[in-house]
């Protein structure tokens, strides 16, 4: 498709978007002066989902083109620029990496008996962000699930010298823990980060009995030269938590059963434990030294989140702001699918949660009574790479960072049906909770309960950086009821990260404006309430990153 067809496009919907909009009559709720429009949602999500966009990819020309839109759009409705040098877009510096080779691993035994591991049978070798070669040759440690949970009285590490050692870990967590404790403790970087602590060079990591039925070892390798992503630091570096002890591979059982010959404890009775509730896996020295020599493709690429500003207008608590976050990246083409259309267009991941959060933009700059709160709106690149440009935008804010006082973030909310109640994911953790109840109650929409906890979605989203920078949070979606459990189960089992995600489906657009004023509702709840938000005693996200002192401590 041409660029002439693209600025087309552009000037078309922004014309479109910026004339009065002739809308079917909509019921108006008499507890909120902002009627969203349903016109107004289709004619922002027609064009992000449109093919022109070729799939809005972080870093490339269609993920641009969307960003401009975006910023357009916010200087129609005299939303102020929240970037650097009076613009729109916050520059985001990505690092693309993926593996170049197969690499190697050798093993060493006591006896100085070397043997080579197989690639694709025994291992997968890790790209690396920060040096296109590694080499390094060290002693192994098994340290269990290198799970470290003072509260829980709990130090896999605890005995064991990995100084200068390359650490065996175990995936995941134990299923003792409670779900959050579970997605926070075995997510990788958390464990980098405690092997870095503690010296070691390097990590190799082993899936349990469970996690292997569940992900065989053999899948991962027709993606093992796939991109993965990062940001860039102020030295130009990409950012890797922990990265003295990166990653270096994975292996499989085949291959662990090699590491284990001879080991204090037997490979059988290490992936038995593991799955006991507790998981108390002892660690131990391993008889073997590793020689891991791998090499990775690194390349430098750019995009943008695009922050918008209205100003709160109460002189003490304008100085707070609440951050309304969407994600406007998708997957981009799909270059391993058959069929003829490629495109993935993401019209409801997440063409819908940018175009709810610019409707709820227009409701505040229209409003009669201005938000006593700062409202910042957020759009964000590379959620679809690891909630990249979140996290950067949580690192490297454009407010200071301990005026943040919350955030509500939009993601991929399923409008194919006449939805009657919304989850708020995370809204049980903090103060944040009555007030998501009160404000959506004001619209006549029941606030539910996460209907699958054990999928643990709030770390899986992009609020989930702002958490870990100790911010409240909430995380927001059509719920269940009504036809909402089959609703979503089918798209996620249909059109999820597909090219059928598209502008094709059934899309309730009435819907879609009740969404938005929903979101409405709840963001002008939380920037004109008395009291800053913060986290609930005893939470474990709170406790995490929040402790004593932090601004939305528990109190």
Known sequence: MSFSRRAALISAALLMVAQPVLAAPKAKTPASSFTPSPDAIRAHMTFLADDAMEGREAGTRGYDIAANYVAAQYALLGVKPGAANGSYLQRVPLLAFKNASEGSITLTGADGKEQALKFGEDYLPSAQ??????????????????????????????????????VVLLSGAPSSLQTEERAHYGNGNVKRLEAAKRGAVGIITMSTASGEKRRPFERGVAGYREWRMTWRDANDVGHVRGVSANNLASISHKAAGKLFAG?????????????TPEGAVKGFDLPFKA????????????????????????????????????????????????????????????????ATLLEVARGFKNAKTKPKRTILL?????????????????????????????????????????????????????????????????????????????????????HYRFVEQGVPSVFLMTGFQNGGEKGFKDFLATHYHKPSDDLSLPIDYVAAAKFALVNYEIARELADAKDRPVWKTGDFFGAQFAPAGHPSAAK
């Open 378 to 462: 957020v759009a964000v690149t590379a959620e679809e790479k690891g909630l990249i440009g979140s996290e950067y935008f949580a690192n490297n804010p454009t407010v200071p960072k301990a005026d943040i006082a919350a955030n509500v973030n939009l993601d991929m909310p399923v409008l194919l049906y006449p939805f009657t109640d919304v989850i708020a994911f995370g809204a049980d953790r903090s103060t944040l909770g009555p007030a998501v109840a009160k404000a959506a109650g004001r619209v006549g929409i029941a606030l539910s309960g996460d209907p699958m906890p054990e999928e643990g979605l709030f770390t899986r989203s992009d």
């Open 129 to 166: 962000a920060q040096t296109t070669e590694v080499n390094v040759s060290a002693p192994l440690v098994f340290v269990g699930f290198g799970l470290v949970a003072p509260e829980k009285g709990r130090d896999d590490y605890a005995g064991l010298d990995v100084k200068g050692k390359i």
């Open 291 to 354: 020689a891991v020599a791998l090499k990775s493709e690194i390349e430098k690429r750019e995009s943008s989140n695009v922050v918008g500003v209205i100003e709160g207008s109460d002189t003490t608590l304008k100085a707070q702001a609440i951050i309304l976050s969407a994600h406007l990246d998708h997957t981009g083409v799909n270059t391993h699918g058959t069929g003829a259309d490629k495109i993935n267009n993401g019209a409801l991941d997440n063409a819908s949660g940018i």
């Open 263 to 275: 080991a204090p404890t037997s490979l059988e009775a290490v992936l038995a434990a593991a799955e």
